[in-house]
């Protein structure tokens, strides 16, 4: 290289080779800036998929005649005649009503939310402003593990172990129901909402605390009047991401609800949720049939759901970082 | 400050610690309840043989084998694809680029998509859509890729652990400190040249991170894999794309709900179940080591 560059670069054969060389690396460079710049746009790309092609096959429910004198979106939601909110798609007259099924979604979710929301954000509150450096080295990996575990796994629990001890304890009719099922559902949701609320917590400033105290506050006062009203849009994004994650889980509410699509106010009740139905329903329905187009809607409706639910939630999270920033 | 005041301070802190307690209590129980009912079971002819007697008798071997074909399989898509995402969005792309926003935005909402969703896509898109396009332009309409099989359970799930992966990746790019890159530059490299041979090897840990979190997730996740290419009971291991396969997660579901005789499959299940459960703790375990020594780096390299 050193004996080119004495000589005319261009002229010596070493030189011709370097540049052929620098010109390949160039080749290389380009190429694998457009491969992995395409590779980033499949994120995008499998997001916009998602919604094609789950759309597609929901889109019968409004356009196929066919499908629309067994299920059309009046019939998936208006009570029929003689039978009510009935959601039977595999009798002889099927029938497809998607409120019980909604019914149920928002009873596990909702038991789920009410269980896990006080529980993590207090163990949140405890680990970052109480906890001695020990006890966050308990709770921290115990909240891993708990996020590690597999929903099968949760679910297995419930049904085996703790579906028993519930009712036991008090008394229910039916072994699986909803309690159950949003128990189970809130042991998926708890490490979502510890992790983010905790964030929230330890996102507040130092010398927000340090103010409080100097100021004669005790501890807990500092917790309860300075840092939760500081990182409370991240505490409400908790609950929202904690809510998407319990409306959408599968496995624990397949194996712990009892699956009957009762349409009740009662706790106590056996449930079927949306994503049960779809995870029951789909490995046995006839291709193209309105009880397959009526499966996919209903999963449409859940990514929609979900959507927006997680956006809500991200907004929140921005809505915390721009407060703390505009606050210092 | 009244005493009162004090006192319930104290009460209402003693109670956020009790909600430590409570969660850490049921992770106890649960690991304990599966660890004391499952142990008897673990032998070497449990994990090494196939079922036999309904379900009743012998091992788990053709579960772990599908688990683990299937997670290889998921790898080798989700790996280069996470990477190069995060590499583009902490390398390439100019500050405050809108597609970047955009790609981060997918990547969270991704991360957001219900499970069962991802099982209706697979079905909707790589066997309806995809599959059946190769059985018509390859073999004739016989249908082959057109229906549930490991090749399209594998990708569905390369999807669903794709954010796991991008997310490990970036924070293993931003704990490489910008001198490596310039001093790289500095002595004449293409872009390219500097990632592979600086920025690459630096991010192995995180790579590996992610990796092994998206395994981990990847070998527990049941819903996806479902309608896409899970079977119950095989006679014969996957050896081509386009078999169907056996997984645990799934052997679980099918043996906890649909099991003729429970008590009798019991011990097979809760061995199944703690196998699994092993399986995804020693992934867990061994990612949070790494990712804890590239965090230490991280803060010492401030």
Same mark, same amino acid.
């Given at each position: 290289?050193?004996?080119?560059?004495?000589?005319?670069?261009?002229?010596?054969?070493?030189?011709?080779?370097l540049?052929?060389?620098?010109?390949?690396?160039?080749?290389?460079?380009r $190429?694998a800036?457009?491969?992995?710049?395409g590779?980033?746009?499949?994120?995008i790309v499998?997001?916009? $998929?998602?919604?094609?092609f789950?759309?597609k096959?929901?889109?019968?429910?409004?356009?196929?005649?066919?499908?629309r004198?067994?299920?059309?979106?009046?019939?998936?939601?208006?009570?029929?005649?003689?039978?009510?909110?009935?959601w039977?798609?595999?009798?002889?007259?099927?029938a497809?009503?998607?409120?019980?099924?909604?019914?149920?979604t928002?009873?596990?979710?909702?038991?789920?939310?009410?269980?896990?929301?006080?529980?993590a954000?207090?163990?949140?509150?405890?680990?970052?402003?109480?906890?001695t450096p020990?006890?966050?080295?308990?709770?921290k990996?115990?909240?891993?593990?708990?996020?590690?575990?597999?929903?099968?796994?949760?679910? @297995?629990?419930?049904?085996?172990?703790?579906?028993?001890?519930l009712?036991s304890?008090?008394?229910?009719?039916?072994?699986?129901?909803?309690t159950?099922?949003?128990i189970?559902?809130?042991?998926?949701?708890?490490?979502i909402v510890?992790?983010?609320?905790?964030?929230?917590f330890?996102?507040?400033?130092?010398?927000?605390?340090?103010?409080?105290?100097?100021?004669?506050?005790?501890?807990?006062?500092?917790?309860?009047?300075?840092?939760?009203?500081?990182?409370?849009p991240?505490v409400?994004?908790?609950?929202?991401?904690?809510?998407?994650?319990?409306?959408?889980?599968?496995?624990?509410?397949?194996?712990?609800?009892?699956?009957?699509?009762?349409?009740?106010?009662?706790?106590?009740?056996s449930i079927?949720t949306?994503?049960a139905?779809?995870?029951?329903? $789909?490995g046995?329905?006839?291709?193209?049939s309105?009880?397959?187009?009526?499966l @996919?809607?209903?999963?449409? @409706?859940?990514f929609? $759901?979900?959507? @927006?639910?997680?956006?809500t939630?991200?907004?929140?999270v921005?809505?915390?970082?721009?407060?703390?920033r505009?606050?210092? | 400050?009244?005493?009162?005041?004090?006192?319930?301070?104290?009460l209402?802190?003693?109670?956020?610690?009790? &909600?430590?307690?409570?969660?850490?209590?049921?992770v106890?129980i649960?690991?304990?309840?599966?660890?004391?009912?499952?142990?008897?079971?673990?032998s070497?002819?449990f994990?090494?043989? &196939?079922?036999?007697?309904?379900?009743?008798?012998?091992?788990i071997?053709?579960?772990?084998?599908?688990?683990?074909?299937?997670?290889?399989?998921?790898?080798? !898509?989700?790996?280069?694809?996470?990477?190069a995402?995060?590499?583009y969005?902490?390398?390439?792309a100019p500050?405050?680029?809108?597609?970047?926003?955009?790609?981060?935005?997918?990547i969270?909402?991704?991360?957001?998509?219900? &499970?069962?969703v991802?099982g209706l896509?697979?079905?909707?898109?790589?066997?309806?859509? =995809?599959?059946?396009?190769i059985? /018509?332009?390859?073999?004739g309409?016989?249908?082959?890729?057109?229906q549930?099989?490991?090749?399209?359970?594998?990708?569905?799930?390369?999807?669903?652990?794709?954010?796991?992966?991008?997310?490990?990746?970036?924070?293993?790019?931003?704990a490489?400190?910008?001198?490596y890159?310039?001093?790289?530059?500095?002595l004449?490299?293409?872009?390219?040249?500097?990632?592979?041979r =600086?920025?690459?090897?630096q991010a192995?840990?995180?790579?590996?991170?992610?990796?092994?979190?998206?395994?981990?997730?990847?070998?527990?996740?049941?819903?996806?894999?479902m309608?896409?290419? !899970? &079977?119950?009971?095989?006679?014969?291991?996957?050896? /081509?794309?386009?078999?169907?396969?056996?997984?645990?997660?799934y052997h679980?579901?099918?043996?906890?709900?649909?099991?003729?005789?429970?008590?009798?499959?019991?011990?097979?299940?809760?061995?199944?179940?703690?196998?699994?459960l092993?399986?995804?703790?020693?992934?867990?375990?061994?990612?949070?080591?790494?990712? !804890?020594?590239?965090?230490?780096?991280?803060?010492?390299?401030?």
């Open positions: 290289m050193r004996s080119s560059r004495l000589l005319s670069p261009e002229k010596t054969i070493e030189g011709k080779l540049q052929k060389f620098r010109g390949a690396e160039r080749l290389t460079d $190429l800036a457009v491969l992995i710049k590779c980033a746009f499949v994120a499998a997001l916009v $998929l998602i919604f094609v789950i759309g096959e929901a889109l019968p429910i409004f356009t196929s005649p066919e499908v004198t067994e299920a059309d979106l009046g019939k998936l939601l208006l009570p029929q005649p003689e039978r009510g909110f009935v039977q798609p595999v009798s002889e007259r099927p497809y009503s998607i409120l019980p099924l909604l019914a149920g928002l009873k596990a979710t909702i038991i789920a939310v009410v269980f896990a929301v006080p529980l954000v207090a163990a949140a509150l405890f680990t970052s402003e109480f906890a020990w006890a966050r080295e308990v709770i990996p115990a909240i891993e593990i708990l996020a590690g575990i597999p929903s099968v796994v949760v679910g @297995f629990f419930c049904l085996m172990v703790l579906a028993g001890w009712q304890a008090f008394g229910w009719t039916y072994r699986l129901n909803a159950t099922a949003g189970g559902l809130s042991l998926a949701v708890i490490p510890y992790t983010v609320s905790e964030d929230a330890s996102s507040v400033p130092q010398r927000f605390r340090d103010g409080s105290v100097a100021m004669g506050a005790s501890r807990w006062q500092t917790a309860w009047r300075v840092v939760l009203p500081g990182a409370s991240g409400l994004a908790a609950c929202v991401l904690g809510f998407g994650r319990a409306i959408g889980e599968t496995m624990i509410v397949l194996m712990a609800s009892g699956n009957a699509a009762v349409l009740s106010w009662s706790a106590s009740d079927r949306f994503s139905t779809i995870a029951a329903e $789909l046995e329905v006839v291709m193209g309105p009880h397959y187009h009526v @996919f809607f209903i999963g449409a @409706f859940l929609v $759901l979900t959507f @927006f639910i997680n956006l939630g991200q907004w929140w921005g809505r915390l970082q721009k407060k703390l505009g606050g210092s | 400050m009244p005493d009162r005041t004090r006192l319930i301070g104290w209402l802190q003693s109670l956020t610690g009790i &909600a430590c307690l409570i969660i850490v209590a049921m106890v649960i690991i304990g309840n599966i660890v004391i009912h499952g142990a008897g079971k673990l070497w002819e994990i090494s043989q &196939a079922p036999r007697g309904g379900m009743a008798l012998g091992g071997f053709p579960a772990i084998f599908g688990t683990a074909a299937l997670v290889i399989l998921m790898t080798i !898509a989700v790996i280069p694809l996470g990477v995402t995060a590499i969005m902490h390398e390439y500050r405050r680029s809108r597609l970047v926003y955009l790609v981060r935005l997918a969270q909402n991704l991360a957001g998509v219900p &499970a069962i991802f896509f697979g079905l909707g898109f790589f066997i309806e859509f =995809v599959g059946r396009g059985d /018509r332009a390859f073999y309409g016989r249908l082959l890729y057109g549930p099989a490991i090749i399209w359970a594998a990708l569905t799930m390369a999807l669903l652990t794709l954010p796991t992966v991008v997310v490990a990746t970036e924070e293993a790019l931003r490489i400190p910008e001198t890159r310039e001093v790289a530059y500095s004449g490299a293409t872009r390219w040249q500097m990632i592979r =600086v920025v690459l090897p192995v840990g995180g790579i590996l991170t992610g990796g092994i979190l998206a395994i981990s997730r990847g070998s527990g996740e049941v819903a996806p894999v309608f896409t290419g !899970a &079977a119950y009971f095989l006679p014969d291991l996957p050896t /081509r794309l386009h078999n169907q396969f056996m997984e645990l997660g679980v579901y099918v043996m906890t709900t649909q099991s003729p005789d429970v008590e009798k499959t019991k011990p097979i299940l809760y061995g199944t179940v703690l196998v699994l092993l399986l995804t703790f020693t992934l867990n375990f061994t990612a949070i080591m790494i990712r !804890a020594q590239i965090r230490k780096r991280l803060r010492s390299e401030r």
